[in-house]
């Protein structure tokens, strides 16, 4: 409410001063210097009153008011908390804006800081973490841009060979920019009852596992692939690739593989006819390698090579579309290379069988 330049002793004076009728309420205003549309105001309001009442009158008004603007303010502060009660927050940078949201909406910045139990000179701060991620965001981009397969933790291993990086500001900007896996539907596995793995490797070329894997190019040409992986060091050895793979070539990648790599001590697949075949039990005889057969219907038994056949679906036979069997084998074998000598194993400690297979050779025997 405008304060009156009138006090009321002044106010009760031209009244009663115009009620004694000594002389014109016209004359009387221009007297006093007061506008004739006041006079009757204040007669309205104050006639037949004395000083005291009048001025009992004028703070009762002021109060009215008074209570009036708390009454207006709880219902705001209501209606922003009831806006915003919804909304868990737990970073200041969101109870700072919070705080904002409350202020455009007619609060004031000390009530609205009150509300929300924010530090009033928080509001001033500004944060540096933009700056600093503006330089990482399309260093996650190029990650996840070229390894679409790839989470945060991985894309994490590959940055940290350049630059020195938290894993969990990976994950926030890898949030923040979208860039999370879809999740897959799990599959239906059944409970497994008893002990599966009767030798674990425990060194280097100590066991070897070996399987199969199957795709399609575009022409309709089938892939048959063969995948022979060493269960410490996670390196994949060779991925074959042919339209048929008999008895007979697995000899001949395994004689390969061997007279590159040593001789493992075991070697585990599952009883396909390929595996268990006379001349494969033959030659792995005179060669002094141990096999060890999986249960049928077990495939978790052979675990390494299961999880390792995962990945190359996941990161390379669904990311490409191979339009002859010659492509495949060209880029199956970029892959395989990118995957021993570049991509991060997480049960690796996120090194790359590559890093683990010459440590171990430097070294000796390496647990992790």
């Known amino acids: 409410m405008k304060k009156s330049q009138w006090s009321e002793e002044q106010i009760i004076k031209i009244l009663h001063e115009a009620e004694a009728g000594a002389d014109t309420i016209q004359h009387i205003c221009r007297k006093h210097g007061v506008s004739e549309q006041s006079f009757y105001r204040w007669r309205q309001r104050f006639g037949g009153m004395s000083v005291p009442d009048a001025a009992r009158l004028r703070e009762l008004e002021r109060e009215n008011a008074r209570l009036k603007k708390l009454v207006a303010e709880r219902d705001l502060e209501i209606e922003v908390m009831k806006e915003i009660a919804g909304k868990k927050v737990v970073s200041a940078s969101a109870r700072r804006e919070q705080v904002r949201y409350a202020v455009t909406k007619g609060l004031s910045s000390r009530r609205a800081c009150w509300l929300m139990q924010v530090a009033r000179s928080t509001l001033a701060y500004q944060s540096r973490m933009p700056a600093r991620d503006a330089r990482l965001e399309p260093m996650l981009r190029k990650v996840a841009q070229m390894h679409p397969r790839y989470g945060y933790r991985r894309a994490w291993a590959v940055l940290r060979r350049e630059v020195l990086i938290n ?131 077990k495939p978790w038994q052979n675990g390494t090579n299961e999880s390792f056949n995962g990945k190359f679906r996941d990161e390379c036979l669904n990311m490409e579309w191979f339009r002859n069997r010659a492509e495949a084998k060209i880029i199956v074998e970029q892959w395989r290379r990118h995957y021993n000598q570049e991509r991060p194993h997480s049960s690796l400690n996120y090194r790359t069988p590559a890093q683990v297979r010459a440590r171990q050779i430097n070294v000796g025997v390496l647990s992790y």
């Open 167 to 297: 894993l969990k500001r990976v994950r926030r900007l890898w949030r923040k920019l979208g860039l999370s896996l879809s999740k897959r539907r799990p599959r239906r596995r059944r409970v497994r009852t008893i002990s599966v793995r009767a030798v674990r490797s425990q060194q280097l070329n100590q066991v070897w596992a070996y399987d199969f894997v199957h795709d399609s190019c575009a022409n309709g040409q089938k892939l048959k692939m063969l995948t022979v992986v060493d269960e410490w060091t996670r390196e994949c050895l060779a991925i074959e690739v042919g339209a048929r793979i008999n008895s007979s070539r697995v000899i001949e990648v395994l004689s390969r593989l061997m007279s590159l790599h040593g001789q493992p001590t075991y070697i585990r697949s599952d009883n396909g006819p390929e595996f268990v075949a006379t001349s494969v039990k033959e030659w792995f005889k005179a060669s002094g390698v141990q096999t060890t057969f999986i249960e049928p219907g």
